[in-house]
Nanobody, 125 residues
């Protein structure tokens, strides 16, 4: 089974930056499109960003466009989410997820095959 491990969460001030990492300890991520989701308290899970297996295609939800950047480093078997200009509305548990396809799913798709346990990002002054 593909196991995903997120890291990089924490407390940051509004306008600050964080970089999340998604790594797999036993399997290569190169085969999978990798997506980031988030769930704020009392709200439904939503897709944030996705990157194709090749890294050639990326997508973002409208609320983070221009602020977040997804990337991957095959040598490190890691996918990153660079988050800049963070807002209090970005506060949520962020999850890394994968499905057994190389291309990103359409917007709104949340039925991914593999999930990390999540990492908490709190944006507050």
């Amino acid at each position: 089974q593909l196991q995903l491990v997120e890291s990089g969460g924490g407390l940051v001030q509004p306008g600050g930056s964080l970089r999340l990492s998604c790594a797999a300890p036993r399997f290569p991520l190169v085969y999978y499109a990798i997506a980031w989701f988030r769930q704020a308290p009392g709200k439904e899970r939503e897709g944030v960003s996705c990157i194709s297996a090749s890294g050639g295609t990326t997508d973002y939800t409208d609320s983070v466009k221009g602020r977040f950047t997804i990337s991957r480093d095959n040598a490190k078997n890691t996918v990153y989410l660079q988050m800049n200009s963070l807002k209090p509305e970005d506060t949520a548990v962020y999850y890394c997820a994968a499905e057994g396809y190389s291309s990103c799913p359409p917007p709104g798709y949340v039925d991914m095959d593999y999930w990390g346990k999540g990492t908490l990002i709190t944006v507050s002054s």
